[in-house]
C-alpha cells in the first residue's frame, strides 16, 4: 500500500468521511482533534478494509442514498468489526456534489455537526 504525503498511518484521526459512491475507488476525508485535515486520499475499495484495520478506532461518517443502501450497510458491519463508530446519514441531509473528494469532505463536516465536535 503507498502513502502519500501527510496521508500516512496518522492514529490521531479522530473523524473520517466516506465516499463510497465511487468505482473502483473510494474517497476519504479525515481529521484529527483539532480539526486539522490528516487523511485525503482516493482507495480502492479492495484495501478499504486493510486500510482501516490499521487505524485506531474512530468515529466513520457514510452517506447514502436507496441504491447504495446495501453497499453502506455491508462496510457499516465490515468497519465495527474493527472497533470503528460509524454513522449513516441519508443523502437528503448532506448536500453531496458527485464529486468524491469533496462529498467526503462534506460527510466528515455533516458528521462533526451532528456529535458537535
Given at each position: 500500500?503507498?502513502?502519500?504525503?501527510?496521508?500516512?498511518?496518522?492514529?490521531?484521526?479522530?473523524?473520517?468521511?466516506?465516499?463510497?459512491?465511487?468505482?473502483?475507488?473510494?474517497?476519504?476525508?479525515?481529521?484529527?482533534?483539532?480539526?486539522?485535515?490528516?487523511?485525503?486520499?482516493?482507495?480502492?475499495?479492495?484495501?478499504?478494509?486493510?486500510?482501516?484495520?490499521?487505524?485506531?478506532?474512530?468515529?466513520?461518517?457514510?452517506?447514502?442514498?436507496?441504491?447504495?443502501?446495501?453497499?453502506?450497510?455491508?462496510?457499516?458491519?465490515?468497519?465495527?468489526?474493527?472497533r470503528h463508530t460509524v454513522t449513516l446519514m441519508a443523502s437528503e441531509y448532506v448536500r453531496l456534489h458527485g464529486h468524491g473528494k469533496?462529498?467526503?469532505?462534506?460527510?466528515?463536516?455533516?458528521?462533526?455537526?451532528?456529535?458537535?465536535?
Amino acid at each position: 500500500m503507498r502513502w502519500g504525503k501527510g496521508m500516512g498511518r496518522n492514529m490521531d484521526v479522530v473523524i473520517i468521511g466516506v465516499d463510497i459512491r465511487g468505482l473502483p475507488f473510494l474517497h476519504i476525508h479525515g481529521e484529527n482533534g483539532q480539526g486539522q485535515v490528516v487523511i485525503d486520499r482516493k482507495l480502492p475499495r479492495a484495501e478499504m478494509v486493510t486500510y482501516f484495520a490499521t487505524m485506531s478506532p474512530c468515529f466513520i461518517g457514510m452517506a447514502f442514498d436507496e441504491t447504495f443502501a446495501p453497499t453502506v450497510h455491508y462496510w457499516k458491519q465490515k468497519l465495527e468489526a474493527y472497533r470503528h463508530t460509524v454513522t449513516l446519514m441519508a443523502s437528503e441531509y448532506v448536500r453531496l456534489h458527485g464529486h468524491g473528494k469533496t462529498d467526503a469532505e462534506v460527510i466528515c463536516k455533516a458528521l462533526k455537526q451532528t456529535m458537535a465536535l
